[in-house]
């Protein structure tokens, strides 16, 4: 979820707090690099990890949105009405729908 502070803060006042920070780097700044310069500036109170974009879970996560995503496409395209229906053909095309949805 990505929000605001203030949001956070209406919603609960625990909530208000961050415990994690992730930071996007401009193209061409090294990640290793950065991470190790955070790390050393931050000190031993604060644990700098450097995310990988080669993870498996990451990878099967979005193969399963965009499977759900292809499917409420087609379930959406199942059960609507033609583009060509105008005020016209109305009659005909809900007809046409309603026969499409009762199979």
Partial sequence: MITGIRTL??????L???DQYDVGLRPGTSPAA??????TRLG???????????SVIVT???GL???????LALVAGLYSTPSSCT???????MT???SRRSG
Avoid: E, H
Avoid at 9 to 14: I, L, Q, R, S, V
Avoid at 65 to 71: A, H, P, S
């Fill in 9 to 14: 803060a209406a919603a609960g006042p625990g």
């Fill in 44 to 54: 031993s109170g604060y644990m700098v990890i450097l995310n990988s974009r080669n």
């Fill in 60 to 62: 099967l996560m979005l």
């Fill in 96 to 98: 046409w729908a309603c």
């Fill in 34 to 39: 950065y991470a190790q310069a955070l790390g």
């Fill in 87 to 93: 005020p016209g053909k109305r009659k005909r095309c």
């Fill in 16 to 18: 208000a707090q961050p």
């Fill in 65 to 71: 949105i965009g499977t759900l995503t292809l499917l």
